[in-house]
T-cell receptor, first 115, second 115 residues
Framework: EAGVAQSPRYKIIEKRQSVAFWCNPI?????LYWYQQILGQGPKLLIQ????????DSQLPKDRFSAERLKGVDSTLKIQPAKLEDSAVYLCASSLAGGVTYEQYFGPGTRLTVT | DQQVKQNSPSLSVQEGRISILNCDYT??????FLWYKKYPAEGPTFLISISSIKDKNEDGRFTVFLNKSAKHLSLHIVPSQPGDSAVYFCAASAHSGGGADGLTFGKGTHLIIQP
């Protein structure tokens, strides 16, 4: 079974530029999550999708971050304009919807460096 | 306010001995707890989980214990092996609206297995 795919793996941009990350979840997983992991911290949830609808985006900085999941499969996360403090690893995860358990399966992440 | 706390940033254990990683939480709404293992440049990998209706779950060398009254859980690895050297994250989740919320993570504990 193929895992969660993310691209690119690494990205370096200057502050005020824009950037986009892509995620393809595990086939059949209806729930998709984006997390931000700053160095030395645990992952922090940014947004949760159920199919193509947003379930929770309470921690997403909506003035600069946006995310979409068209057709309920792939998802993109965008930052515009980027700030220095956005330097982090952006992790995508997926899980079965409506399951009794809560296991989420993570992709390898995209390491973003803002200079 | 950190809802999931891992107070030991690092832990060194001799190969073959028991490794015990600890985690505390503050949110009484959490009803499911998970441990993830993370190697450098990879996404977190699910290890083991426990529902709040149980106090112990075992899977091979890994056992998770939950003490609800103390809001404390621990991960035991017996015997510890060199491949267990990694960062371990404790995570918690709650049910809302019939589905699983995103995970709340601790900051992680870096486990080092000494030969």
């Amino acid at each position: 079974e193929a895992g969660v795919a993310q691209s690119p793996r690494y990205k370096i941009i200057e502050k005020r530029q824009s950037v986009a990350f892509w995620c393809n979840p595990i086939s059949g997983h209806a729930t998709l999550y984006w997390y931000q992991q700053i160095l030395g911290q645990g992952p922090k949830l940014l947004i949760q999708f159920q199919n193509n609808g947003v379930v929770d985006d309470s921690q997403l900085p909506k003035d600069r971050f946006s995310a979409e999941r068209l057709k309920g499969v792939d998802s993109t996360l965008k930052i515009q304009p980027a700030k220095l403090e956005d330097s982090a690893v952006y992790l995508c995860a997926s899980s079965l919807a409506g399951g009794v358990t809560y296991e989420q399966y993570f992709g390898p992440g995209t390491r973003l460096t803002v200079t | 306010d950190q809802q999931v706390k891992q107070n030991s940033p690092s832990l060194s254990v001799q190969e073959g001995r028991i490794s015990i990683l600890n985690c505390d939480y503050t949110n009484s709404m959490f009803d499911y707890f998970l441990w993830y293992k993370k190697y450098p440049a990879e996404g977190p990998t699910f290890l083991i989980s426990i529902s709040s209706i149980k106090d112990k779950n075992e899977d091979g060398r890994f056992t998770v214990f939950l003490n609800k009254s103390a809001k404390h859980l621990s991960l035991h690895i017996v015997p510890s092996q060199p491949g267990d050297s990694a960062v371990y994250f404790c995570a918690a989740s709650a049910h809302s609206g019939g589905g699983a919320d995103g995970l709340t993570f601790g900051k992680g504990t870096h486990l080092i297995i000494q030969p």
